[in-house]
């Protein structure tokens, strides 16, 4: 019997959407992500891991670094430690990705927000 790998926050319904834990394993950890219409994500960076973003439903803006990235079902794009970035819904069905995170820590505490439309920052 498969022993279930996901980190102890599995989950989470914050004001933007949900997302949720599909594996966590040293080094990486996979999550698919929600974005309700109409709403976005803190613009933040992470100190200690990069992701990677596929889209999977709807369609999305990803700002990284300042520039606007398109993406639709398939489309990926990669985002570097360090790097500012934020995931938008401009649209009025949700929009879904599948993020692949890799690197020496993977915590949610790692996380800096520059900027956010629900008081977090």
Known sequence: MAVDK??????AEPPWGKWEVLLSEPGYKVKRITVKP????????????QEHWVAV????IVVL????????????????AKAAHRAINPGVKPFVFIEVQRGSYLG??????LEDSYGRA
Not at 108 to 113: H, K
Request: overall charge negative; proline content about 7%.
């Open 38 to 49: 109409g709403q976005r994500l803190s613009y933040q960076k992470h100190e200690w891991r």
């Open 57 to 60: 439903e709807g369609e999305g």
């Open 6 to 11: 996901k980190s102890p926050m599995e989950s």
């Open 65 to 80: 670094d300042g520039e606007e990235i398109i993406l639709k079902p398939g489309a990926a794009v990669d985002i570097p």
């Open 108 to 113: 949610e505490d790692d996380i800096v927000r």
